[in-house]
């Protein structure tokens, strides 16, 4: 590029010990809805970590001494100062991630913001327990204590909204932390950087080390002084973090990937049903763990269904993720866009049918975006349980219809994935509900709606979608060391 080309571009840098801090070399980032690059991303290694590592490690002492009141009053201003900047942010997410301007204002960065909140609240309310021996005369009680520096690795499909999710628990309960956002989608994290001090952040408190996981992901998970790890991301990449932490005999938590069901009983609600489960399949590009990628639907109802969820598929509208009329962006990368149409080429090559999206319908883009990284919501059935779009995760704006016939049949096809992340159940009911809910093997299951969120509750995986649950009481415990204390009195 020429020097004007590369004067335009936003230029990111490193934020260690409360300073931004120029790198060596820099990745290019993409704007996934043009194709053009857009932004450069600082690509630390070994030395940025361990600056990053130093830093947090320096602030702890001091952050770890802070009341629980005073670190919830820093976390809160930080909170209001994100809801302040609101627009700006959601812009940046859009612009980067490729997600509509309407999913990253009404979803992402509010998520973000409440995020803070909810654990600057939650840690003033978290109490410890006590147990007596009279015979003995002794009392026992439980203390809880930061753990040190947590190494937080965040993914690209809600870059602020999953970075926030592990940053607020851990600094509110003491830690220090470095954090690794996706190289892919960096500029929100570094936006938030510009914010902590004024939110009284003490420097070296958060720091965060832009990066690819193969180099700076790895430089932390590798860190002899880095105790825990929260990680959200692939499976694959899971297995190499926990090999990779093994020696040090580190904590972790992994959020992983889902092949989620959706089950549809012949007495479900179709009206509530299929924009809720057109909605849980196509939502943020189909680019969320929790979305549905199979969907069950009874033998009675199954044309029915199918009829009405491809005609509600196809009223979403593909574009320019700034146009707010838009309900589907672009996806991440150009990457990621030939392997989710390579599942749709497989699934055709295996005779299932494309009943509308990707090569059946056309896909009209404006001029700007023609080099983008767009698909329709494409919905496929006829295709077999084994085959390898109902086996893996394909994370894009793809999903499933098969029809069953009864409940205990359903139950076992709908646990015959490796993933258990998330499951919905469609029904009028109620003892069918409870009765399939708690045979599915899925760390959550709704039932007649999706994605209803309460933080106070665990979160996470069951099988290859994860190890560890994170939450209001979860990510306490996730985040503090305990300690049992006896006292002979």
């Known amino acids: 590029?020429?020097?004007?080309?590369?004067?335009?571009?936003?230029?990111?840098?490193?934020?260690?010990?409360?300073?931004?801090?120029?790198?060596?070399?820099?990745?290019?980032?993409?704007?996934?809805?043009?194709?053009?690059?857009?932004?450069?991303?600082?690509?630390?290694?070994?030395?940025?970590?361990?600056?990053?590592?130093?830093?947090?490690?320096?602030a702890f002492p001091i952050w770890s001494s802070k009341s629980p009141l005073e670190r919830s009053q820093i976390l809160n201003k930080l909170a209001d100062l994100i809801e302040h900047d609101l627009e700006a942010f959601a812009q940046a997410e859009s612009k980067d991630q490729g997600k509509t301007i309407t999913f990253a204002r009404?979803?992402?960065?509010?998520?973000?913001?409440h995020n803070f909140r909810f654990f600057a609240s939650s840690i003033l309310h978290h109490v410890t327990e006590c147990t007596e021996m009279p015979a003995m005369g002794c009392v026992?009680?439980?203390?809880?204590?930061?753990?040190?520096?947590?190494?937080?690795?965040?993914?690209?499909?809600?870059?602020?909204?999953?970075?926030?999710w592990k940053i607020a628990p851990a600094i509110a309960c003491g830690n220090t932390v470095?954090?690794?956002?996706?190289?892919?989608?960096?500029?929100?994290?570094?936006?938030?950087?510009?914010?902590?001090?004024?939110?009284?952040?003490?420097?070296?408190?958060?720091?965060?080390?832009?990066g690819t996981g193969?180099?700076?992901?790895?430089?932390?998970?590798?860190?002899?002084?880095?105790?825990?790890?929260?990680?959200?991301?692939?499976?694959?990449?899971?297995?190499?973090?926990?090999?990779?932490?093994?020696?040090?005999?580190?904590?972790?938590?992994?959020e992983l990937g889902g092949k989620n069901p959706a089950i549809v009983f012949d007495d479900a609600d179709l009206s509530q049903c299929i924009p809720a489960t057109v909605r849980s399949s196509f939502a943020n590009q189909g680019e969320i763990c929790l979305c549905t990628s199979r969907i069950f639907v009874q033998r009675g109802i199954y044309s029915e269904f199918l009829k009405r969820f491809v005609a509600e598929a196809k009223k979403w509208k593909t574009g320019n993720p700034s146009d707010p009329t838009i309900d589907v962006g672009?996806?991440?990368?150009?990457?990621?866009?030939?392997?989710?149409?390579?599942?749709?080429?497989?699934?055709?090559?295996?005779?299932?049918?494309?009943?509308?999206?990707?090569?059946?319908?056309?896909?009209?883009?404006?001029?700007g975006n023609q080099k983008g990284y767009f698909m329709l919501p494409t919905v496929i059935s006829e295709v077999k349980d084994e085959s390898c779009c109902m086996?893996?995760?394909?994370?894009?704006?793809v999903t499933c219809v098969v029809a069953f016939d009864t409940e205990e049949e359903v139950i076992q096809r709908a646990n015959g994935v490796k993933y258990g992340l998330a499951a919905t159940v469609w029904s009028g009911s109620v003892g069918r509900v409870h009765r399939v809910a708690h045979r599915l093997q899925s760390g959550l299951v709704w039932t007649n709606c999706w994605l209803v969120r309460d933080l106070n509750l665990?979160?996470?995986?069951?099988?290859?979608?994860?190890?560890?649950?994170?939450?209001?009481k979860d990510s306490y415990e996730f985040f503090t060391e305990v300690k049992t204390i006896t006292i002979k009195h």
């Open 1 to 58: 590029p020429t020097m004007a080309h590369s004067k335009a571009l936003l230029v990111l840098e490193n934020f260690i010990g409360g300073k931004f801090v120029p790198c060596s070399s820099y990745i290019d980032s993409y704007n996934p809805s043009t194709g053009d690059v857009y932004c450069r991303v600082p690509d630390s290694g070994k030395e940025e970590v361990e600056a990053a590592v130093k830093a947090a490690k320096d």
């Open 106 to 113: 009404t979803v992402d960065i509010p998520r973000a913001v």
């Open 140 to 164: 026992h009680y439980t203390s809880r204590a930061p753990v040190g520096v947590a190494g937080l690795i965040s993914p690209w499909n809600l870059p602020l909204y999953l970075l926030t």
């Open 178 to 210: 470095v954090a690794k956002p996706s190289e892919m989608t960096s500029v929100t994290a570094w936006m938030m950087c510009k914010l902590l001090e004024k939110a009284g952040v003490p420097s070296g408190v958060v720091n965060v080390v832009f």
């Open 214 to 254: 193969a180099k700076a992901g790895e430089a932390l998970v590798c860190h002899p002084d880095v105790p825990l790890i929260s990680f959200t991301g692939s499976t694959l990449t899971a297995q190499r973090i926990t090999e990779k932490s093994a020696p040090h005999c580190k904590r972790l938590s992994l």
């Open 330 to 367: 672009a996806l991440i990368s150009k990457e990621h866009l030939e392997k989710v149409r390579n599942y749709v080429k497989k699934a055709q090559a295996e005779g299932a049918r494309v009943l509308c999206g990707e090569g059946v319908d056309p896909l009209a883009l404006p001029p």
């Open 391 to 397: 086996q893996e995760e394909i994370f894009g704006p």
């Open 458 to 472: 665990p979160f996470g995986g069951m099988k290859a979608s994860g190890i560890g649950r994170e939450g209001g």
